[in-house]
């Protein structure tokens, strides 16, 4: 115990995700508390049993609702431009295609370094006032040596969680010349870039990058000492889901189109299914078959996705929503996806619950139980976000 310690009390219903100690996978404790000091957590358990003289400062929330801070592990922030004209088509008829993402390649690439941090910045605070506390960013709209080796400076200006996603889409240069792409991503752009980053991504997807392409650029960043993360069957039918399992990826990303061998194929292997609720809703595509992943075993994570193209939302507490309304998870099932469930498909011990040891990233609600976020959706409900025990 510190002086320099705070107390968070009153909590009207703690969401820990730490089963043993409270209820259900949640670990939900009611009339809690929490101690936090020195960026981390020093204490969870009811109200009435907080150690005497267990903090400095004391806050009294009043009855709101704490959780862990969400752990967003899928966004493509560093981009410039914005595709609104592209969203609003696509509300009244046109089809979602990948080719759009080449909008936006030259839109970075004609971006200073200035602008793009900006942006990042911007969306990355955007982000935190919605109670998102680790986010993960990819690069991917530069699809130069030059432009991603930029992009993912700007992406470890707010973020410890880099993804190279080497092979978005094949460049304005290369059309016609995939293969030749890909070449020049595992000879040149790797090995320039994998020293910045900790994961590596592809896109594949009819109209992006095949099987065999695909495999090709994930193995070579394997061998460039990255952990691989796959977008796959997001738009098809395809071998995404099989390559990430395959490759023991950390996680496969979308997941919207499934069959059952896919869904088999996870529930026997250790890659995290992330769903991004957000970006099948701003193309109209379907949603992920949830019920039937979550039902087979297979962790699940929520992310939002953020980018110009198919998601540009933030917001956390949008695509719980959207998981519940849409996707038939219960509350506690997107809650949980939304942090223990993130961790998860980063590979993170020490965010996504609040058990002692862990980093004190943490949400207030303006609600007294998580329930709400799914029940009052578009309502600004994160008050208060503690990372690593300093309010921002
Ligand atoms: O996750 N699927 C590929 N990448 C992004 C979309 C990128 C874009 O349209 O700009 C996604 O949805
Ligand atoms: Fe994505």
């Not at 960013?137 to 973020?159: H, M, N």
């Not at 991504?201 to 392409?213: H, I, N, R, T």
């Not at 950390?250 to 088999?264: G, I, Q």
Request: hydrophobic letters at 45%; a negative charge; aromatic letters at 6%.
């Amino acid at each position: 115990m510190s002086a320099g310690w705070t107390l968070i009390d009153g909590i009207g219903s703690l969401v820990t995700n730490d089963p043993e100690e409270g209820e259900g996978r949640l670990g939900l404790i009611r009339d809690a508390a929490v101690v936090i000091g020195d960026g981390a957590v020093q204490w969870v358990g009811p109200s009435a049993r907080v150690p005497d003289g267990a903090a400095g400062t004391r806050i009294d929330v009043e009855g709101r609702a704490v959780l862990p801070g969400f752990v967003d592990s899928h966004s493509h922030t560093v981009f410039g431009g914005d595709r609104a004209e592209e969203f609003a088509a696509r509300m009244t008829g046109a089809a979602y295609g990948a080719g759009g993402i080449r909008t936006t390649i030259a839109a970075t690439r004609a971006a200073s370094d200035e602008a793009l941090a900006a942006n990042a910045a911007r969306l990355a605070a955007e982000a935190r006032a919605q109670g998102t506390t680790t986010l993960e960013i990819k690069t991917g709209y530069g699809q130069t040596v030059l432009d991603e080796s930029r992009s993912l400076d700007v992406a470890a200006g707010v973020s410890d969680e880099v993804t190279l996603l080497a092979a978005h889409v094949a460049p304005p240069e290369y059309a016609g010349r995939q293969d030749d792409y890909v070449a020049m991503v595992i000879d040149a752009m790797i090995p320039a870039c994998a020293p910045r980053a900790t994961w590596i991504d592809v896109f594949c997807e009819e109209g992006a990058f095949s099987e065999e392409q695909s495999r090709a650029v994930l193995t070579a960043g394997m061998a460039a000492g990255l952990v691989p993360r796959v977008h796959g069957n997001q738009l098809s039918y395809g071998a995404g889901v099989r390559l990430a399992v395959e490759l023991g990826a950390a996680s496969v990303d979308h997941v919207t189109y499934t069959t059952d061998a896919d869904v088999e194929a996870l529930a026997g292997g250790s890659t995290v299914a992330t769903l991004l609720p957000g970006a099948d809703f701003s193309t109209r595509n379907k949603y992920p078959d949830a019920r039937a992943l979550l039902d087979a075993g297979v962790t699940v994570a929520l992310a939002a996705d953020c980018n110009p193209g198919t998601s540009y939302t933030t917001s956390i507490p949008f695509c719980i929503a959207l998981a519940v309304r849409e996707m038939y998870m219960s509350p506690d099932e997107a809650v949980w996806a939304a942090t223990a469930g993130g961790a998860a498909a980063l590979r993170r011990t020490d965010v996504g619950a609040l058990r002692v040891g862990m980093r004190a990233d943490l949400t207030v609600l303006e609600a007294p139980s998580h329930l709400h976020l799914a029940y009052r959706p578009g309502v600004p409900l994160v008050s208060r976000v503690f990372s690593a025990g300093v309010e921002r």
